[in-house]
C-alpha cells in the first residue's frame, strides 16, 4: 500500500471494553484524524460472520484498501482469522487487528496512561496498515521425485510410502544391497515377513529407481527445485532434480574396545554378535562359549563409554531373556541407566526379572574388566548393597554405540544441513523437530536423527512422506514473487546474504542473488547485513518499522503528570513476543511505558530501528531474542547480541547512557521473566533519568 491508501476502523464496544475504562470515543477521533482513514464505524462482535460481513459491505461501499479491526475478543479466534476473513470476502494481507486485551488490563492503575497505550496501539496499527504490501503470487513448478538416501528398512518404508503417494522416487546407497537381516536393525522373527514384503516391493515398485554403490557428490537449488549429482563406483555421473531429500542413513555399531581395556575374543562379543549367534539360521546352532552349564554368569554391559539408547537396551534385554529362558544361563545386566521410557520396554525388563536375569545399576564409576587366558574378572560397586562385586564370567557382552556412518561428515556439507553434536543428520533445535533440518525439503527421519525403533522410525516416515506430498503432490505450488524483495539497483552482487542465509533459501542465478519463497522462514539476516540496504522483508520493511516506531513519539509526551519510562522492546516474533502475549493475559504486572515492537528475529534489528526509537523519545530500548541456543533462525540471536554490544558504545559517544540498551533472551514461555526484566529495566531508567531527546520532544509539545 502507499500513503494514498483508503482505510476502515471498525471497532465493538463489549463489555471488556468498559471493564477496562478505554476511552473508545477518544479511540474514534485518534483513528479519524488520520487522513488515510475513511470510515469509523463500531460493529457488533466482529468477529462473528455476521460482523465480518458487514464490514465487508462498508468496505466495497467506501472502496476501502484496507480495514483495521479493533476489540477485546480477538485472541481467541487469532488462529482462525485467515479462514474467517477468506469466507466473509476479505484479505488478511489487507487487514490489522488491535487486541485490546494485550495493553488495557492495567486500565485500574492508571487509566490516562491506559487510554493513551491504546491510543498509541491504534497510531502503530494504521502505521503497518498504511505501510502494507499485498504479495503477488505465482504458480511454481516443482519436481516430483524424492531423493532418498540410505539402505536399511526405513529408507526402504520411506520408497514405498512415497510411491504411494505417487511421488517418483531415486533411492540411491553406498551399499550393494538393500535391507539387513540383523536384530540391530529391526530385523527380528516377528518383524521379518513384513520387511521380506517390503524389500520385494521396492525391488519390484517401477517408480522407484535405485542407485546402488553411489553417493551425492553435488546438491544445490531451493525446496522443490533441487538439483542432485549422483556419481557411482566407476566414476559415472547423472544429474537429477529432486524436489526434496529423505534421509534415513543406518547408523554405525562400533564398542569402544579401548574404553574397557580389551580386544575382540570368543568370550568377549559385541551384542550384535551374540544376535547373530543366537539367531542363526533355525535358532538352533549352540552357543560354542556356553557349552556347559555352570555358576558363571553371561554378564551384559550396557552404556559406561557411551550414551545407551532404549533400542540397544531392548535388543540388551530381549537376548538375556533368550539366554535364560532357551539356553538355561544365568544372566547379569550391568548398566549406567535404565532406558525404558519407550513403549513395552518396562514390560520386557519385568518379564527379563521374574525369569531370573539380575539388574544391577552401577553408578559413578565404570566397572573395571581383567582378562588372562585363564579367566575373566569384572569389579563393580553395587550401590544396593553398599559394597564391591567382583564376578568372573564366562561371557561379557559389550552393547555398541550408535555413531553416525562413515559418509556423514561429507553428505552434511554436501547437502548443506547442520549436524547435532554427535555428528547425526538434524541439529540440536528444537525448532527441527520431529523430523525437519535447517534446509526446506530435506528431511531426517529415523536411524538417520539417532538411535531409533522401527516403529518409531516408520512412524516419522509416513509424516515426512506426507510432508513431501503437500509440497510437490500437485507438481505445481503457489509461492510469492516479492515476499523478499531485492532493489538490482543498489545490489553489489557481493553475495553476502547467499552465504549467511541459514536456510540455504537463496541460490545465485547469472551472478544474482534469487530467493526461494517455499524455502525462506523471512528471518530478515539477509536484509540487516546486507551493505547496501538492497534487500526489504515483506510485513517486516525498513519503512514499515520506521512509521510504526515513529508513532510512538505522542507516547513520549503524555497527558498524565506522572512519569513512565518509555521502553520500547523488538521482540522476537517467535519468543519474546510469544512470553510477552502470555504475560499480557495472565495479568502480569509490566511498566505502563512498555511497547513492544515484533521483529522476524532479533537478528533482523538495525541499529537504524534503535536510533529511531530513541528518537521518537524512548528512554530505553530492549533487544529481545530466542533464548540461547534456541535461535530459530540458528545465527539471528548470537548477532544480535555481538551489535547491541557495539551499538552500547555508539550511544555513549552520541551522549546517551549505554545503559538505555539491553540484549536479553528469552523462550516463549518465560512470562514470568519477561516482567521481571521489563520491571528491572525500569527501575534501572527511573535512576538514569528521563532521556534528553524526550525532554526535547515534551519541550516541542509545550512551547
Not at 526405513?154 to 544391497?177: D, F, M, P, R
Not at 527421519?445 to 522410525?457: D, Q
Not at 530513541?614 to 551489535?643: I, N, T, Y
Amino acid at each position: 500500500m502507499s500513503t494514498g491508501v483508503r482505510i476502515g476502523f471498525f471497532w465493538d464496544r463489549d463489555g471488556h471494553l468498559q471493564k477496562t475504562q478505554v476511552d473508545v470515543e477518544h479511540m474514534h477521533k485518534v483513528a479519524a484524524a488520520h487522513s488515510q482513514v475513511q470510515l469509523v464505524q463500531e460493529v457488533e462482535q466482529i468477529y462473528t460472520a455476521a460482523g465480518l460481513a458487514q464490514i465487508k459491505r462498508h468496505r466495497d461501499e467506501y472502496n476501502l484498501d484496507g480495514v483495521l479491526l479493533a476489540s477485546g475478543h480477538l485472541t481467541p479466534v487469532a488462529p482462525t482469522w485467515a479462514a474467517r476473513l477468506a469466507q466473509a470476502g476479505l484479505n488478511l494481507e489487507a487487514t490489522e487487528l488491535v487486541d485490546w486485551q494485550e495493553m488495557v488490563f492495567e486500565a485500574d492503575q492508571d487509566r490516562e496512561w491506559t487510554n493513551q497505550k491504546a491510543e498509541v496501539a491504534v497510531r502503530r496499527a494504521i502505521a503497518r496498515l498504511v505501510h502494507k504490501t499485498i504479495l503477488q503470487l505465482q504458480e511454481v513448478i516443482v519436481s516430483q521425485t524424492v531423493l532418498v538416501l540410505g539402505q536399511g528398512w526405513s529408507a526402504l518404508h520411506a520408497a514405498a510410502e512415497l510411491s504411494s503417494w505417487g511421488l517418483k522416487v531415486l533411492l540411491v546407497t553406498s551399499h550393494s544391497e538393500l535391507g539387513d537381516k540383523r536384530d540391530a536393525r529391526g530385523y527380528t522373527r516377528e518383524t521379518a515377513k513384513a520387511l521380506d514384503q517390503l524389500l520385494s516391493a521396492v525391488l519390484q515398485h517401477p517408480g522407484i529407481e535405485i542407485r546402488f554403490a553411489s553417493q551425492i557428490v553435488e546438491f544445490d537449488g531451493v525446496a522443490g527445485q533441487y538439483r542432485a549429482l549422483v556419481a557411482d563406483a566407476t566414476g559415472g555421473q547423472q544429474e537429477y532434480q529432486v524436489g526434496g531429500v529423505i534421509l534415513a542413513l543406518e547408523p554405525e555399531l562400533t564398542v569402544d574396545w579401548a574404553a574397557w581395556g580389551l580386544r575382540p575374543a570368543e568370550r568377549v562379543r559385541s551384542l550384535a554378535d551374540l544376535e547373530a549367534q543366537l539367531h542363526f539360521e533355525n535358532n538352533s546352532a549352540p552357543l560354542p562359549t556356553l557349552t556347559a552349564v555352570d555358576a558363571a554368569p553371561v554378564l551384559f554391559l550396557l552404556g559406561f563409554t557411551h550414551n545407551s539408547s532404549p533400542v540397544s537396551q531392548r535388543r540388551a534385554f530381549r537376548a538375556a531373556l533368550e539366554l535364560v529362558e532357551n539356553h538355561g544361563r544365568r544372566v547379569l545386566v550391568v548398566l549406567d541407566h535404565f532406558k525404558v521410557a519407550e513403549e513395552g520396554l518396562e514390560a520386557l525388563s519385568q518379564q527379563a526379572r521374574q525369569a531370573g536375569v539380575v539388574f544391577v545399576k552401577v553408578t559413578g564409576s565404570q566397572p573395571v574388566i581383567a582378562m588372562t587366558d585363564e579367566a575373566l574378572t569384572v569389579r563393580f560397586f553395587d550401590e544396593v548393597m553398599n559394597q564391591e562385586l567382583v564376578v568372573q564370567p564366562q561371557l561379557i557382552v559389550l552393547e555398541e554405540a550408535l555413531r553416525p556412518p562413515p559418509e556423514a561428515p561429507e553428505l552434511e556439507k554436501t547437502l548443506g544441513i547442520l549436524a547435532d553434536s554427535q555428528g547425526f543428520f538434524q541439529g540440536d533445535h528444537v525448532y527441527n523437530l520431529p523430523i525437519y533440518t535447517n534446509r526446506t525439503g530435506v528431511l531426517a527421519v529415523g536411524p538417520a536423527r539417532g538411535p531409533s525403533s522401527l516403529t518409531e522410525s516408520f512412524q516419522e516416515v509416513r509424516e515426512a512422506a506426507l510432508y513431501l506430498y503437500r509440497l510437490l503432490g500437485a507438481g505445481h505450488i503457489p509461492a510469492a514473487l516479492d515476499r523478499i524483495r531485492l532493489d538490482r539497483k543498489k545490489c553489489a552482487i557481493c553475495l553476502t546474504c547467499y552465504r549467511l542465509c541459514p536456510h540455504r533459501a537463496i541460490s545465485v542465478v547469472h551472478r544474482r542473488p534469487v530467493f526461494s519463497d517455499l524455502a525462506c522462514k523471512v528471518c530478515g539476516l539477509c536484509a540487516v547485513e546486507c551493505p547496501m540496504a538492497a534487500i526489504q522483508l515483506y510485513r517486516y520493511h525498513d519503512q514499515q518499522f520506521q512509521a510504526e516506531l515513529r508513532s510512538l513519539a505522542s507516547f513520549a509526551t503524555p497527558v498524565s503528570a506522572a512519569y513512565h519510562p518509555l521502553i520500547v522492546a523488538l521482540g522476537c516474533r517467535n519468543s519474546a513476543r510469544e512470553a510477552a502475549r502470555l504475560a499480557a493475559y495472565r495479568k502480569l504486572p509490566v511498566p505502563l511505558g512498555l511497547e513492544l515492537i515484533e521483529v522476524p528475529c532479533a537478528g533482523k534489528v538495525d541499529l537504524d530501528y534503535v536510533m529511531t526509537a530513541f528518537k521518537a523519545g524512548a528512554d530505553g530500548v530492549m533487544v529481545l531474542a530466542c533464548h540461547p541456543g534456541s535461535c530459530k533462525s540458528f545465527q539471528g540471536s548470537p548477532r544480535a547480541w555481538e551489535r547491541v554490544a557495539w551499538w552500547q558504545e555508539c550511544l555513549g559517544e552520541a551522549g546517551l547512557e549505554p545503559e538505555r540498551l539491553i540484549y536479553r533472551g528469552l523462550a516463549p514461555g518465560m512470562s514470568q521473566e519477561f516482567t521481571r526484566l521489563a520491571q528491572e529495566f525500569e527501575a534501572k531508567l527511573l535512576e538514569i533519568k528521563e532521556s534528553p531527546v524526550r525532554q526535547a520532544l515534551r519541550f516541542q509539545k509545550t512551547a
